[in-house]
């Protein structure tokens, strides 16, 4: 079992910036990918970035250029700039390893407009 503590959720006015971490209690090698998703009230959970242990990225289209995924070692990051009211959603850390799919248990962002 794998667990993810996520932290950096919180309130912030629109146009300022946050910056999520999760952190996997797993070995970097056993690691497959990282990503973050979020759901708002009354949507599906949707993605919003994932990367790969070779650097590689991947966005929603509607987020490129706001958002940016990185990570170092068994820890990822998600920098959210020039935030707006409809980024306000739970924010799930995700992680692919080799023995599963794992979940983080979600931190609030709310963006005030």
């Known amino acids: 079992q794998v667990r993810l503590d996520e932290s950096g959720g919180g309130l912030v006015q629109a146009g300022g910036s946050l910056r999520l971490s999760c952190a996997a209690s797993?070995?970097?090698?056993?690691?497959?990918?990282m990503g973050w998703y979020r759901q708002a009230p009354g949507k599906q959970r949707e993605l919003v970035a994932t990367?790969?242990?070779?650097?590689s990225t991947n966005y929603a289209d509607s987020l490129k250029g706001r958002f940016t995924i990185s990570r170092d070692k068994n820890t990822a990051y998600l920098q959210m700039n020039t935030l707006k009211s409809e980024d306000t959603a739970v924010y799930y850390c995700n992680v692919r390893e080799v023995t599963g799919v794992y979940w983080g248990q979600g931190t609030q962002v709310t963006v005030s407009s």
């Open positions: 990367i790969t242990p070779d650097g």
């Open positions: 797993t070995t970097i090698w056993r690691i497959r990918t």
